[in-house]
């Protein structure tokens, strides 16, 4: 049988812009859009945070970047639809399914529209549950995609982000502590105090405390280790890194933030904080090991409620 060119291969988009966390519960769903569309040339349109992690993942032929310009700059969505129109796309599957997302739906031509998964009014595999948003995001991707005729989406698979970790020169038995989060929602964050709290209690049982986060978070990781001498790898770890550190930690607590799903992914046994500000009934890690604890002001949560957690 002669090979398909690949001016002849079907060609498919998947949007999905972020966050983090969301990026990583989506993994499944492409790699369940990979596995059925094997013969297809499939794009991605995301945003440049997630590019590389997207590149790795195998799932795609080609990422493009979106810029998110304001739907009221014109020129802007002209030059998205120019490029989306000349994609040949058979098929979209909006895993964002937002109202900007399910806005692109409009710049395709009316009478040549592709086929479309997800909530835009129109779409030929539309999403329509009204409970949708009473799912958890695995569970609302996994309908969206039964309706377009995949039946089958796994578990996120992080296996394909490795790193060398040997540069971080750490203990054998180490857990990793993730006390930060989105800056403008501070009701998602355990105090500091805790956390420094738990990282002493860790240390005394023999865990190596080692912090993660982000350059936004550095001040108050700084605190966290000069409190309780932690390890601190703040603005030191990339995606890979924190899934290898991940497969090599006894365990991982932290807040509902995006690295928490990347450590969860890996197979850590993981610890995540909620607060009454997300439900992690829409939006928990998913993992073979994770366990949430919530309580409605955060700070209502004790370190004994954290270690008795992981001692189950």
């Known amino acids: 049988m002669a090979a398909v060119s690949r001016a002849e291969r079907p060609r498919i988009l998947v949007i999905k812009h972020g966050a983090l966390g969301d990026f990583v519960l989506a993994l499944g ?53 120019r490029r989306l129109r000349g994609g040949r796309f058979a098929r979209v599957y909006d895993l964002q399914t937002s109202q900007r997302s399910s806005a692109y739906f409009r710049l395709f031509p009316g009478g040549a529209r592709p086929q479309w998964s997800g909530i835009a009014r129109g779409a030929s595999h539309r999403h329509a549950n009204p409970d949708r948003v ?25 296996s394909f982000l490795q790193s060398d970790i040997e540069r971080f020169a750490l203990p054998g038995n180490f857990a990793l502590l993730v006390p930060g989060g989105s800056a403008h929602r501070s009701a998602k964050r355990w105090p500091e105090a805790n956390y420094a ?26 605190r966290i280790a000069m409190a309780a001498a932690a390890g601190n790898l703040c603005g030191r770890t990339s995606f890979a890194d924190i899934a290898s550190l991940a497969r090599r930690a006894r365990l991982a607590v932290g807040n509902d933030t995006g690295p928490m799903h990347l450590i969860a992914a890996a197979g850590c046994r993981t610890v995540v904080l909620f607060s009454e500000a997300s439900d992690p009934k829409l939006c928990a890690p998913v993992g073979r090991q994770v366990t949430v604890l919530r309580r409605g002001p955060l700070a209502d949560l004790t370190v004994d409620e954290v270690m008795a957690a992981l001692k189950r």
Do not use: N, Y
Not at 39 to 55: S, W
Not at 134 to 158: C, K, N, S
């Open 134 to 158: 009473r799912l958890h995001t695995v569970e609302r991707q996994a309908e969206q995609l039964r309706i377009a005729g995949i039946d089958f989406v796994p578990r996120p698979d992080v």
């Open 197 to 222: 709290e738990l990282a002493d209690r860790l240390a005394e049982a023999g865990i190596a405390p080692v912090l993660l986060g982000g350059a936004a978070e550095a001040a108050e990781l700084d």
């Open 29 to 81: 769903p492409m790699q369940a859009i990979r596995g059925h569309h094997l013969d297809a040339e499939i794009v991605l349109l995301t945003t440049p945070p997630f590019a590389e992690l997207a590149g790795a993942s195998g799932c795609f032929d080609e990422i493009w970047l979106d810029e998110r310009a304001p739907l009221w700059r014109l020129d802007k969505l002209a030059v998205l639809r």
